[in-house]
């Protein structure tokens, strides 16, 4: 009997080592960059790995991989193929700017993170930011690696789920989300054709945004949108104990502030688009935007 159950928990410790784990993808600064240094990072990265490891998921950064080539079309492929990934914008690093504008092009599952040194992105302030301490202290870590835990485990969730779901393009219209195609890639002609379909794509989209604004820019003014906006603004900051517009940043509520926006009829028709509200609710709660 004891051997029985010696073997059926063998098979069981087999079983659970075979399932393999959705992929969380990390993208982050590596090197040194705004007084920060290389093992800064690397501190930073074995934290992400340690609270994705707990939410489930095998964590790795997109420039990794188990096979030799070329490392644009390494990063390429995981930004488009990983199940989620965790975006660290902390110091602005061009490259990691580029990487997340390649995620959020896919419109796939992303998470950003921060630290408290470095100020919100306009592009991508509507997205949640998750802000961890940069000086790494243990207690605050601790807090955050249980945030990051969970975000990860409820964005992965409602994206399986919610065949609605998007991180970000679906907020301003109804775009074609760029693709990859699953094939063989024998030179790097095939990246560089990718690489322009996506600039194509992300310059096709501003120019309709801006479209968008300068139709309605001409109207804004006369039809009292900003203090429109404004009353709804200090109501959300009321019922979320918000003393300060300042505070809306300090608090990560900047995504939350634009959904609530977004689903007001009132606020809808007078703005007419969603970038229109995003642009008179950033110019409300940051004056210097």
Not at 48 to 69: R, T
Not at 195 to 201: A, G, I, K, M, Q
Request: with cysteine; hydrophobic share 35%.
């Amino acid at each position: 009997m004891d051997n029985k159950i010696e073997q059926e928990q063998k098979k069981e410790a087999v079983n659970i080592a075979d399932k393999k784990l959705p992929k969380c993808g990390i993208v982050m600064p590596i090197s040194a960059i705004d007084t920060c240094s290389a093992e800064h990072w690397s501190e930073v990265l074995n934290i992400i790995k340690d609270s994705v490891g707990q939410a489930g998921f095998e964590p790795n950064l997109v420039s990794d991989s188990d096979e030799s080539g070329i490392i644009q079309k390494r990063i390429i492929h995981n930004l488009y193929s990983n199940e989620i990934v965790i975006c660290d914008v902390s110091a602005k690093n061009p490259n990691v700017m580029f990487e997340l504008g390649l995620r959020l092009a896919f419109d796939k599952p992303t998470i950003i993170i921060k630290d408290d040194k470095t100020d919100y992105s306009f592009d991508t302030s509507i997205i949640e930011h998750l802000t961890y301490p940069r000086d790494l202290r243990f207690n605050k870590i601790v807090a955050f690696k249980e945030a990051l835990k969970k975000k990860v485990q409820a964005t992965f969730e409602k994206a399986t789920k919610d065949t609605n779901y998007t991180t970000f393009l679906k907020h301003f219209g109804e775009y074609k989300i760029a693709q990859l195609s699953e094939k063989e890639v024998s030179s790097e002609k095939y990246i560089l054709s990718t690489l322009d379909e996506l600039r194509n794509e992300i310059m096709l989209m501003r120019r309709n945004q801006q479209n968008v604004i300068i139709e309605n820019s001409n109207n804004i003014l006369s039809r009292g949108v900003k203090s429109a906006v404004a009353k709804y603004i200090d109501k959300f900051m009321k019922e979320n104990q918000v003393e300060t517009r300042k505070q809306i940043f300090t608090m990560d509520k900047v995504s939350a502030l634009f959904e609530y926006l977004e689903s007001i009829d009132e606020v809808r028709d007078i703005c007419g688009h969603p970038n229109v509200i995003r642009e008179v609710m950033m110019s409300l709660i940051l004056p210097k935007y």
